[in-house]
T-cell receptor, first 111, second 119 residues
Framework: DAKTTQPTSMDCAEGRAANLPCNHS???????VYWYRQIHSQGPQYIIH???NNETNEMASLIITEDRKSSTLILPHATLRDTAVYYC????????????FGKGTLLTVNP | GAVVSQHPSWVICKSGTSVKIECRSL??????MFWYRQFPKQSLMLMAT?????????EQGVEKDKFLINHASLTLSTLTVTSAHPEDSSFYIC???????????????FGPGTRLTVL
């Protein structure tokens, strides 16, 4: 699976949009971009995934650049409960179910 | 839907004893489950892949005789830490993939984790 690079930490004001970048310059054509988050002392939670088109669900939006070398997870209206470590993972899916977690980005939402 | 539970949520044991951790998919069947461990301030590390009715597949560096995995049903996988030592103290997390899920859709459902402390 391709390697991802994320900032170590970010801050965001409550109510504002949080934009979390991820670099995956070595991504291959059949690899998806997945985002998970982990609130302190809990198990990770799936957020969203995409291949090349932008995706949106009730939690977030995922913007993938045209060359697919980077992506941005957008939390449109961050709340204090969104404070967590956010992991960007590249995986080909299919029979390769393994998720390789990097260090992620610690997002702190401030009141 | 898609809830995964773990039991116990935390456990403290003496060095040399064995500890069993259960992972259950509550409202779906899971042919495949995963076990991770997470040391303080570190990321999750995959330990093994558990497949119902067959032997688990362990990641490199994980001792299969020390971390026994049993996936006897489509809703239950257990991890037994045998002869636990203080260095085994960690946060153990399981995840599950619903059986029959589209193969391109790699959403894993994670349990809440079990904190093991070995004295």
């Amino acid at each position: 699976d391709a390697k991802t690079t994320q900032p170590t930490s970010m801050d965001c004001a409550e109510g504002r949009a949080a934009n979390l970048p991820c670099n995956h310059s070595t991504i291959s054509g059949n690899e998806y971009v997945y985002w998970y988050r982990q609130i302190h002392s809990q198990g990770p939670q799936y957020i969203i995934h995409g291949l090349k088109n932008n995706e949106t669900n009730e939690m977030a939006s995922l913007i993938i650049t045209e060359d697919r070398k980077s992506s941005t997870l957008i939390l449109p209206h961050a709340t204090l409960r969104d404070t967590a470590v956010y992991y960007c993972i590249v995986n080909s899916g299919g029979s390769n179910y393994k998720l390789t977690f990097g260090k992620g980005t610690l997002l702190t939402v401030n009141p | 839907g898609a809830v995964v539970s773990q039991h116990p949520s935390w456990v403290i044991c003496k060095s040399g004893t064995s500890v069993k951790i259960e992972c259950r998919s509550l409202d779906f069947q899971a042919t495949t489950m995963f076990w991770y461990r997470q040391f303080p301030k570190q990321s999750l590390m995959l330990m093994a892949t558990s497949n119902e009715g067959s032997k688990a597949t362990y990641e490199q560096g994980v001792e299969k005789d020390k971390f026994l995995i049993n996936h006897a049903s489509l809703t239950l996988s257990t991890l037994t830490v045998t002869s636990a030592h203080p260095e085994d103290s960690s946060f153990y997390i399981c995840s599950a993939i619903p059986s029959g899920r589209s193969l391109v859709y790699n959403e894993q459902f994670f349990g809440p984790g079990t904190r093991l402390t070995v004295l």
